[in-house]
């Protein structure tokens, strides 16, 4: 191999390096701030430590001097008309494949909260079929110590039925000092059946947005029975109403996923 071959490659390993470096640091950024959720659980490390092979390639400023030093000694003078048409292409080149990443992974990030969202809502559903005669026993609420006690330990067979809902909660509609509000139960927060405190409304408020508080509104006044999805930086949540004749309650099911991020 010659020296100018010998260049020749040295420039194309060095440059190659550094434009996959600018796409990986595009693609980090663009992942980190929007929270996409792109990758499987094992791809997101091996693209993480993907960084240290191309920061290999480079092997540091001075190659590249000694590159540069290199490429001015072995290289012919070519035509510059020639040279600029080709660098032109060359930059437009590079510079498109920023928002094809970009497409690419937003792209990938409403498939995967696409997908989520049919497969909580096939689970959902599947588990409400499954379990009928528990469903009876959560519409027939009343607040009282027995009612949150069996419905804990319904909603913890609801949750280790599927993997997709580490989290269950039950909502429902009910009033304290004459102001509606809503209650979520997913826990017993006055010990067992032998404590003598009663349990309060007041710890079972289920804190809610006011889109949240709009839609289990419209819900709970018989006005809607849509199911509610949604996707917030890798936290999945579904809105599962569940109504027989005149009892309505909703079902909240949510899945955290950390991995698909980059550092999860």
């Known amino acids: 191999m010659t020296p100018k071959q010998v260049v020749k490659l040295s420039n194309i390993i060095g440059i190659t390096a550094i434009i996959l470096l ?15 959720k792109v990758f499987k659980e094992n791809i997101t490390e091996t693209f993480y430590l993907s960084v240290l092979a191309i920061l290999a390639l480079m092997v540091g400023s001075l190659i590249v001097n000694v590159m540069f030093n290199l490429t001015r000694i072995a290289e012919n003078k ?12 060359t930059y437009f080149f590079i510079l498109a494949i ?3 990443i970009a497409l690419i992974l937003f792209g990938g990030d409403y498939l995967t909260s696409n997908k989520k969202e049919k497969m909580l809502i096939k689970s959902a559903e599947s588990i409400l079929s499954k379990n009928k005669t ?18 804990t330990d319904i ?24 102001s509606p509000t809503y209650l979520g139960f997913n826990r017993y927060e006055s010990g067992n059946l032998q404590d003598t405190i009663t349990p309060k409304k007041q710890n079972y408020i289920y804190k809610t947005t006011q889109i949240e ?40 099911f949510s899945e955290q996923q950390r991995y698909g991020k980059i550092g999860s």
């Open 213 to 252: 508080r709009e839609y289990l509104d419209k819900i709970f006044s018989r006005k809607s029975n849509e199911i509610r999805y949604s996707n917030r930086n890798g936290e999945y949540e579904l809105f599962y109403p569940y109504i027989q004749g005149e009892k309505i309650i909703v079902l909240y």
């Open 22 to 36: 600018a796409y990986w640091v595009f693609t980090f950024i663009t992942i980190q701030v929007f929270g996409l």
């Open 98 to 100: 920023f928002p094809l």
């Open 155 to 178: 909603l913890e067979i609801y949750s280790k039925t599927d993997k997709n809902f580490p989290n269950v909660n039950l909502l429902v509609k009910d009033t304290i000092n004459g």
């Open 134 to 151: 528990n469903t009876a026993k959560l519409l027939n609420y009343e607040f009282s110590e027995k009612y949150i006690i069996e419905t």
């Open 78 to 89: 070519d035509s510059s008309e020639n040279k600029a048409n080709t660098n032109k292409k």
